[in-house]
């Protein structure tokens, strides 16, 4: 049976743990202090996002689309997508749509969308379900997420 030197050992490890580390760095986008919202299409234009949970109005106005829920449904349909909530209630309806809020205010569900001018939208953000209630509190409208609009004027 043949050994292996700890030295040798040691330096298998280490370039195994190179490679699967650039990998990961590499897909995550971490490589070099990057973060992955820099890749994201339009990340180097102006007025547009780099983030995947963020739209600028710019953005939403280039769809060349009516409305502001047709815009989500082109740009980022996964925020209208419906959440399962677990509520301990037996009947009580396990799927959850987001919130809509408008600087800040509960706004509505998702049909308030359709009332929001493209034109006023500064930027909307999605929020998950924690991430909203550490903005509105433990009691907020909040259960699958938040589409938050901020409009110009507010």
């Not at 050992?9 to 370039?15: I, N, W």
């Not at 799927?95 to 706004?107: D, E, F, L, Q, R």
């Not at 509190?137 to 409009?151: D, E, L, M």
């Amino acid at each position: 049976m043949r050994s292996i030197s700890t030295k040798s050992l040691l330096v298998c490890l280490a370039s195994v743990a190179v490679a699967v580390c650039s990998t990961g760095c590499v897909t995550s986008g971490t490589a070099a202090g990057l973060h992955a919202e820099q890749f994201s299409p339009g990340g180097d234009l102006p007025g547009y996002s780099r983030a995947s949970d963020v739209i600028g109005g710019q953005e939403l106005r280039a769809t060349g689309v009516a409305s502001t829920s047709d815009a989500l449904h082109r740009l980022r349909p996964e925020f209208l997508r419906t959440t399962r909530v677990i509520t301990g209630v037996p009947d009580a309806d396990p799927m959850t749509a987001p919130s809509v809020y408008v600087n800040g205010k509960y706004a509505g569900e998702l049909n308030a969308l359709e009332l929001i001018p493209l034109a006023v939208i500064e930027e909307i953000r999605f929020l998950r379900p924690s991430q909203a209630k550490d903005s509105w509190g433990a009691y907020c409208r909040c259960g699958g997420g938040v589409i938050h609009i901020r409009t110009k004027q507010g």
